[in-house]
């Protein structure tokens, strides 16, 4: 019986994004690509014999009940009647509030690992459903491929990309989902295309022009990174990226970065590394 388990919950971009409608539920409907990145967060669970569960972590400001991992690990407890627990420790390695999917990672590869740990019967639809409970952005990381998307964000179709390298950069900014997603000026009528389309015609971040009249932080580092590459935001921001076809290439412009950016290179994978660890 398997009592601790190691896994990545990895980082997202979104190749872009459009903004198609808005729901009467406020939600807003949209088009997207979920790109999956070799990088990421490392969580570590210990199983317990009661059904108590506790998350070390270095954020501050989060109390654990309201932590996406700890709000996991109770709505799986709940959902299945498990009297299992778990001691779980966080090691983040990426920005909150950037946009690349931390924290719904975190969530989804707490709901992924306890369901081994625990030796839980449910399968990977159920298990997604769990995840839409708790965020927009968790079943992705839950079926653990690199997908096109549309609803509002749930419907994924599973899709290969070429395994890029991209330069990830986060500037010293919030920005606020919430904000951006109710502002008038937000595009929201954005038309429909086929995944056909995207792959020849590519797309944009109906976000990011808003977000970068919003955030000055985020349309300088923007302007920065188009000197080397055709440069995106993710998601609403603050998060930037572009594509390279080389890791070295990737790494040189990482390195020249101003030290107001926090940064990463990572690869675009198909498969998440957590799937590959737990033979998915």
Known sequence: MVTSLSLPAPAKLNLFLHITGRRDDGYH????????????????????????????????????????????????????????????????????????????????????????????????????????????????????????????????????????WFVVLTPDCHVSTAQIFSHKDLTRDHSDITVAAFLEQGGVNDCQPLVRKLYREVDKALLWLEQYAPATMTGTGASVFAAFGQQQEAEAVLAKAPADLQGFVARGVNHSPAHRLLGL
Do not use: Y
């Open 29 to 164: 409907t949209l088009q997207t690509l979920f790109q999956l990145l070799d990088f990421g967060d490392q969580l570590h669970f210990d199983l317990r014999q009661d059904d108590v569960v506790t998350l070390q972590s270095e954020l501050s400001g989060v109390p654990a009940e309201e932590n996406l991992i700890v709000r996991a690990a109770r709505l799986l407890q709940r959902h299945c009647n498990c009297t299992l627990g778990a001691d779980i420790r966080l090691d983040k390695h990426l920005p909150m509030g950037g946009g690349i999917g931390g924290g719904s990672s975190d969530a989804a590869t707490t709901l992924l690992a306890l369901r081994q740990l625990w030796q839980l019967p449910l399968g990977m639809d159920e298990l997604a459903e769990l995840g839409r409970q708790l965020g927009a952005d968790v079943p992705v990381f839950v079926r653990g491929r690199t997908a096109w998307a549309e609803g509002v964000g749930e419907v994924l179709q599973p899709i290969d990309m070429a395994e890029k």
